[in-house]
């Protein structure tokens, strides 16, 4: 799957693809989408990517696109976690400003590591040592600037 970190300044987030077990990619174009001027930074299978992005923008429930889960910077910088559930209905939740978050398989190494003060760039960085599905180059969004870093 991946790992993605934020610390609501900043999301850092591996470029691994996987298929099975096999790596299929490490390009950072398939983590991070940009539609109607909002960021999106996807955990999860990557073919239903743009069917949660027709579900994000429309109010009809859609099935098909409920194993993913993404972090969203909309145009005015707010910071949300969503996905779609079972029943194809849409969550969206803001997410509080100062707080760390993470998604994806190796959120779990990754919060470790916030917790041991380390940057986000930095617990993506250690989840790729512990998690088989996060690895590649590690590349970081600045909210503020809505820009890469790398």
Request: with cysteine.
């Amino acid at each position: 799957m991946t790992t993605i970190v934020t610390d609501s300044k900043t999301i850092a987030f591996d470029t691994r693809a996987v298929w099975g077990s096999s790596v299929i990619s490490n390009k950072p174009h398939m983590k991070m989408k940009e539609k109607d001027g909002h960021y999106f930074f996807f955990a999860g299978i990557a073919s239903q990517i743009d069917a949660f992005m027709d579900v994000y923008f429309s109010t009809e429930p859609s099935a098909g696109c409920d194993e993913i889960s993404c972090f969203v910077v909309t145009p005015d910088k707010e910071l949300y976690c969503s996905g779609v559930f079972e029943d194809g209905v849409l969550y969206k939740d803001q997410l509080s400003e100062g707080e760390i978050y993470a998604i994806g398989s190796g959120h779990q190494f990754a919060i470790s590591a916030l917790d041991l003060g380390k940057t986000p760039k930095e617990a993506v960085e250690y989840a790729i040592t512990r998690d088989l599905y996060t690895g590649g180059d590690v590349n970081v969004f600045d909210i503020e600037t809505m820009e890469l870093l790398k």
